[in-house]
């Protein structure tokens, strides 16, 4: 069952502009984490937030938390073309670390 | 070694064969997973191992058995499966420690996955 659900589905910016992404979702959470997926292979762990933090940068990525809306929203700054990938959000509800993910964004990031 | 290593990249198997995934790290993780993803879909969850010992099956047909040797290594064993069954099947893993009691806030690290089809 999915827990999280990003919007927008699909992204196509140019390169440098910025990129916004968000996740919903529907139960009480122990933290929320970002991945993303190039073309099909294994995912790569970008960032993960508590639930008692309500901002954490990482490097050109920014992630946000409202637990009160149960929403998340990543931030790619001076986006890239090697930044098109897949981005999903996960939330971890702390009953055995387990983790759920959203249906995905796909973003392009046009040169 | 900060890597999760998955073998066979691809396998193409035969509704009546038995074959294996193997997944390796060697990063002192002892919570190691499998989740199945189908095209332009979510990873789902399989299998949660915690310490070598299963902790979540997610209602996963008995043709799937999952093994976890020791603390580095997990095996998915795979017999008699479906066409359905094709898919990109991923391991991971994570730090676990003893006094998490399940809550544990760290990253997953995934493997490149291995792409099953069954003809």
């Known amino acids: 069952s999915q827990q999280g659900e990003e919007d927008p589905q699909a992204l196509s910016i140019q390169e440098g502009e910025n990129a916004t992404m968000n996740c919903s979702y529907k139960?009480?959470?122990?933290?929320l984490q970002w991945y993303r997926q190039n073309s099909g292979r294994g995912l790569v762990h970008l960032i993960l937030?508590?639930?008692?933090?309500r901002e954490k940068h990482s490097g050109r990525l920014r992630v946000t938390l409202d637990t009160s809306k149960k929403s998340s929203s990543l931030l790619i700054t001076a986006s890239r073309a090697a930044d098109t990938a897949s981005y999903f959000c996960a939330t971890d509800t702390g009953a055995n670390s387990k983790l759920t993910f959203g249906k995905g964004i796909t973003l392009s990031v046009r040169p | 070694d900060t890597e999760v290593t998955q073998t066979p990249k691809h396998l193409v198997m035969g509704m009546t064969n038995k074959k294996s995934l193997k997944c390796e790290q060697h990063m002192g993780h002892r919570a190691m997973y499998w989740y199945k993803q189908k095209a332009k879909k979510p990873p789902e969850l399989m299998f949660v191992?915690?310490?070598?010992?299963?902790?979540i099956n997610e209602s996963v047909p008995s043709r799937f058995s999952p093994e976890c040797p020791n603390s580095s290594l997990l095996n998915l064993h795979l017999h008699a499966l479906q066409p359905e069954d094709s898919a990109l099947y991923l391991c991971a893993s994570s730090q676990r420690r003893l006094w998490d009691r399940g809550r544990s806030n760290y990253g997953y690290t995934f493997g490149s996955g291995t792409r099953l089809t069954v003809v």
């Open positions: 191992y915690s310490y070598e010992k299963l902790s």
């Open positions: 937030i508590r639930s008692n933090e």
């Open positions: 139960t009480s959470i122990n933290n």
